[in-house]
T-cell receptor, first 115, second 116 residues
Framework: ETGVTQTPRHLVMGMTNKKSLKCEQH?????MYWYKQSAKKPLELMFVYNFKEQTENNSVPSRFSPECPNSSHLFLHLHTLQPEDSALYLCASSQVWGPNENEQFFGPGTRLTVL | AQSVAQPEDQVNVAEGNPLTVKCTYS??????LFWYVQYPNRGLQFLLK??????LVKGSYGFEAEFNKSQTSFHLKKPSALVSDSALYFC??????????????FGGGTRVLVKP
């Protein structure tokens, strides 16, 4: 699991705060993903980046803003969140193609609480 | 649209007994199917996948899964469960082929509790 790291592991923020989640992968992958995992819903895909380009935005509210400066790093910028945004945010990476293209490797997640 | 159903929220099994976690899917064309496991306070870990070939797929930690095209199922199995197998298990699917992209759809998860 050290192949994909996420910081911070826990975050508590108010609705007017601005914060960022960071993900870094050390696996040489070229695709990165953000997922939201909450108690009431299955794992929800939020964003997909292939070769630093966003290829999927799963109707995510604009208060979540992703950034992928290179293939190894992925950020999720947060502003004016709502309490219902409290969840575990998971980052994952994979190869875009090749024999292991479908195996996604996940980070440990950031547990976000919005007050 | 693609979807995954895991009909059981929780499965209880005694240690040493066989374990089965059910998964059915819906996808256009040939499916790529996956199982992941999540331990408490951890991210998901890849267990096994079916892309093509033999319908019985063997994965990590003694787990295996059988692809059944006619029943659109991909049930996860382990012949003899361990207490350490207690975790949350996710089935996932995507449409086959490069044109379909790399978007996985996950099921709701099944919590497995193995009792000593």
């Amino acid at each position: 699991e050290t192949g994909v790291t996420q910081t911070p592991r826990h975050l508590v923020m108010g609705m007017t705060n601005k914060k960022s989640l960071k993900c870094e992968q050390h696996l040489g992958h070229n695709a990165m993903y953000w997922y939201k995992q909450s108690a009431k819903k299955p794992l929800e895909l939020m964003f997909v980046y292939n070769f630093k380009e966003q290829t999927e935005n799963n109707s995510v509210p604009s208060r979540f803003s992703p950034e992928c400066p290179n293939s190894s790093h992925l950020f999720l910028h947060l502003h004016t969140l709502q309490p219902e945004d409290s969840a575990l945010y998971l980052c994952a990476s994979s190869q875009v193609w090749g024999p292991n293209e479908n195996e996604q490797f996940f980070g440990p997640g950031t547990r976000l609480t919005v007050l | 649209a693609q979807s995954v159903a895991q009909p059981e929220d929780q499965v209880n099994v005694a240690e040493g007994n066989p374990l089965t976690v059910k998964c059915t899917y819906s996808v256009s064309g040939n499916p790529y199917l996956f199982w992941y496991v999540q331990y408490p306070n951890r991210g998901l870990q890849f267990l096994l996948k079916y892309i093509t070939g033999d319908n019985l797929v063997k994965g990590s930690y003694g787990f295996e899964a059988e692809f059944n095209k006619s029943q659109t199922s991909f049930h996860l199995k382990k012949p003899s469960a361990l207490v350490s197998d207690s975790a949350l298990y996710f089935c996932a699917v995507r449409a086959g082929g490069r044109a379909a992209g790399n978007k996985l759809t996950f099921g709701g998860g099944t919590r497995v509790l193995v009792k000593p």
